[in-house]
């Protein structure tokens, strides 16, 4: 009900301004109707009240419809400007022209004059003025009356007042509708960026509570065959079995080392242990031999090719063996770990003033979907989580972390059952 009683308000624009001009328009254009019907009205039941003033008054009902609607669908400047030259021919002509020149008349033609600035442009209301003031000299002129030289610079008087209010007032409302504008712009985007946060939030809850189940069941197998095994060599004597025992006792512990140096390690990024620890220069090439020989034996038990190509260019790196030994044997391990046949080839060369190493395996490869996810603690690809592949999703997730804390960088290129390739640059310390 109240939105059908106000409906003679809207305007088809979005400009703010000509929006809030034409709106007022149609509130004056609405209350001078309502006056000129009740002058009408009142004309006609009136003995006293001249004919004429009827017909006027629905003259004026009649001219404001017609305005209304100009104003409405065509354009509010047009409807604004015949609204003015309506008002100030009805007050100029509509009364004695002694009493329009200087007498009573005067007051009323200053409504004009600040309609101007409001309903059109700020420096209207001189126009108006300027209208005001030539048709009072011609009613002086043809009625004998001497021109009021005090009236005309006070319509201009009037006018600038008028003009500097309504320039204060637009400035004022531009300035509000800059400022409402950036509050929404901020507000929208920080509800975007709420929003967004609350979704990796989320994301990460789920991720730590797949971690957790990952973490029960990587511990639950080792310990589990640790006691068995444990209980195996008490009870048996079996002396030819005992090597065997022992390498899945060592391959078990192992497995538990593996897992808590990766928790022990996110919890060391996460405190800022590794950037407390004063960096030194490390030879990359040293440190890489020495943990091959490591990875060599296991990469030979599971009947893997594992080739090393070393750059005979120095390798310093600025960091600490931990990091970059973390580094290497997590991206090595992971080639090892997902490569059932064919094998692994790691090399490393010097490149504008990186040292870069490339780690190449014939292994299951990693998906498209899963490749933008690698990097995120605790993230395992569909096809990893679905095998038998021991694992946390911790391993690179470290290495990423460790080589952008040393001012490196990583990129993985993969193909589902083809290989995956993992090149890492770090900056060189040698000038």
Same mark, same amino acid.
């Given at each position: ?127 108006? +003025? +300027?209208?005001?003031?030539?048709? !009072? ?27 500097? !209010? ?36 989320? @994301? ?38 005992? +090597? ?122 990693? !998906? ?32 990423? @972390? ?30």
């Amino acid at each position: 009900m109240k939105r059908s009683w106000f409906s003679f308000l809207d305007v088809p624009t979005i400009d703010p301004d000509d929006a809030r001009r034409r709106r007022l328009l149609n509130i004056m254009l609405f209350a001078l109707t309502v006056v000129s019907l009740l002058t009408s009205g009142i004309a006609l039941i009136s003995p006293f009240a001249a004919t004429s003033l009827a017909l006027l008054g629905l003259g004026l009902a009649l001219t404001n419809g017609i305005i209304y609607a100009i104003n409405r669908y065509i354009s509010g400047l047009l409807a604004s400007g015949i609204f003015l030259l309506m008002l100030v021919l009805v007050i100029s002509f509509g009364d004695d022209p002694i009493e329009v020149v200087q007498g009573r008349t005067l007051f009323f033609l200053s409504v004009p004059i600040i309609a101007g600035s409001i309903l059109m442009r700020p420096n209207a209301s001189f126009w108006v +003025a +300027a209208l005001i003031s030539v048709i !009072s000299a011609y009613l002086s002129r043809s009625s004998g009356v001497p021109v009021n030289f005090v009236a005309i610079p006070g319509f201009f008087t009037l006018a600038f007042g008028s003009w500097l !209010s309504a320039r204060t007032l637009e400035s004022a409302l531009t300035d509000l509708r800059t400022i409402n504008r950036e509050l929404d712009e901020r507000v929208e985007a920080r509800t975007t960026e709420l929003g967004a946060a609350n979704e990796r939030l989320q @994301e990460l809850d789920r991720l730590k509570s797949r971690f957790v189940s990952d973490v029960s069941h990587e511990l639950r197998t080792p310990v589990s065959n640790l006691m068995i095994y444990m209980d195996i060599l008490e009870l048996e004597n079996r002396p030819e079995q005992r +090597a065997s025992y022992l390498s899945v006792l060592r391959e078990e512990t192992n497995r538990l080392t593996q897992l808590v140096n990766d928790v022990l390690d996110i919890s060391h990024i996460d405190l800022g242990v590794y950037k407390k620890v004063e960096a030194q220069q490390i030879d990359f090439n040293e440190l890489i031999e020495q943990l091959v020989s490591g990875l060599e034996v296991r990469a030979s038990v599971l009947n893997l090719r594992l080739d090393i190509s070393l750059t005979d260019r120095k390798t310093e790196i600025l960091g600490t063996r931990e990091q970059l030994t973390r580094v290497v044997t997590n991206l090595l391990g992971n080639a090892i770990k997902y490569t059932e046949k064919g094998g692994i080839a790691l090399s490393t060369w010097i490149e504008d003033g990186w040292v870069v190493m490339e780690i190449k395996d014939t292994g299951i490869g990693i !998906s498209p979907d899963d490749l933008e996810h690698v990097y995120e603690r605790f993230f395992r690809g569909e096809n990893v989580s679905q095998s038998t592949i021991p694992g946390t999703g911790l391993g690179l997730a470290i290495a990423y @972390e460790i080589i952008e804390s040393l001012g490196g960088k990583i990129r993985i290129q993969s193909q589902l059952d083809v290989g995956t390739t993992v090149t890492v640059h770090l900056p060189s310390a040698v000038s």
